[in-house]
């Protein structure tokens, strides 16, 4: 298969400095509920730079002497970063935890929990972001960029950091699969073809993103022509408020979460789309993912292998909140805050506000 470039929306450029390190990039997790203050578990806020999650956890667990499996932690956050985030252990370590103390990683509060964290529970992230040698005439650029994602949103690619550090571990995800590849390891074998899923979205996402930048060029026939879709199949497709286009038969999820179901009136989705109450769903591969039909099967297809891991859908299209901004014309700075549902990259906020070039 041919690998297919992230398509954004606006063929913009604007210059500026971002610098992946704790200096200019914040995150900090949203927790999915409100702590009780009672119970056998204890909540950590932990604030860390310059450090995995793994790295992190390793140097709490060591320092109270469990293991990391004992503990329990809601996703993995950025290396190059400062990061904030929520941990469990037992509440017997509360003593012994009130004397830790390590130069990369600060204990913020403490607070008693029912249970332990799990992967995913938390709402989302808050990322807090600085760029910096933004002059006027980009300022400009970047404000007007910012208004588009604010009332439109951005598209949910995978971000680099998905492939390993060069890029290229879904190769080894598709030779898994093709058997010329053997690997006894079952977690990595499982993560290595995890990211072979996350390329074949991000394939499917750029060709749909081709599909959209299509439309707000040509007819819905020429379009049809020129993605090799059958006569009639964009019909009701061009008229659609969205950039994002929907498609017969698409798969849908109600908007931040929800059930998955098929697209079978065009016209009222797009509307239900426009709201933001729900929101196209695109394609892991794998058992029990829910199929789309018609032309969005269609289009789907060639991103669709069999894996011997479960499938599920992933949100194509997301919205970006709680957006706040600042500029600091003495020093050219640009500061920017912003929400993301959980698992979503910031990367893709960077890569519009940048003006990627459309390939």
Not at 319 to 339: C, G, R
């Amino acid at each position: 298969m041919k690998e297919l470039k992230p398509i954004y929306p606006l063929n913009v450029k604007n210059e500026f400095v971002f610098n992946s390190s704790a200096r200019d990039f914040t995150v900090e997790e949203i927790p999915l509920y409100t702590f009780t203050g009672e119970g056998e578990h204890l909540v950590l806020q932990v604030r860390k730079k310059e450090m995995t999650t793994w790295e992190m956890l390793d140097a709490i667990s060591n320092y109270v002497g469990i293991r990391r499996r004992d503990m329990g932690y809601a996703g993995l956050k950025d290396k190059h970063a400062m990061t904030i985030q929520y941990i469990s252990v037992m509440a017997i370590h509360e003593e012994k935890l009130k004397t830790f103390s390590h130069e990369k990683i600060k204990i913020l509060s403490m607070v008693r929990h029912n249970n332990k964290i799990r992967v995913g529970h938390l709402k989302g992230n808050r990322f807090k972001i600085r760029l910096k040698k933004v002059l006027g005439v980009q300022k400009d650029k970047l404000d007007s960029v910012l208004k588009w994602i604010k009332n439109n949103g951005v598209p949910n690619y995978f971000g680099n950091q998905r492939f390993g550090h060069h890029g290229d571990n879904w190769l080894e995800g598709k030779k898994l699969l093709d058997g010329t590849l053997k690997m006894r390891d079952r977690k990595k074998r499982e993560f290595i073809m995890g990211a072979y899923q996350s390329y074949l979205f991000n394939n499917w996402l750029s060709r749909r993103m081709e599909l959209n930048l299509l439309l707000q060029k040509f007819t819905e026939s020429e379009t049809e022509q020129v993605m090799g879709l059958p006569e009639g199949s964009l019909k009701g497709t061009k008229e659609q408020p969205n950039f994002f286009k929907l498609v017969e038969g698409d798969t849908m999820m109600h908007y931040p979460y929800g059930r998955v179901f098929n697209v079978e009136d065009i016209s009222e989705e797009a509307k239900r789309f426009e709201s933001k109450d729900i929101a196209p769903a695109g394609l892991l591969p794998g058992k029990k993912a829910k199929p789309s039909t018609s032309t969005a099967g269609m289009i789907e297809a060639p991103f669709n292998e069999e894996m011997p891991l479960n499938g599920t859908r992933r949100y194509a299209w997301i919205q970006v909140t709680e957006i706040t901004k600042n500029y600091v014309e003495e020093k050219a700075h640009y500061e920017l805050s912003f929400v993301l549902p959980k698992g979503c990259y910031a990367t893709n906020v960077l890569d519009i506000l940048r003006g990627e070039p459309i390939k």
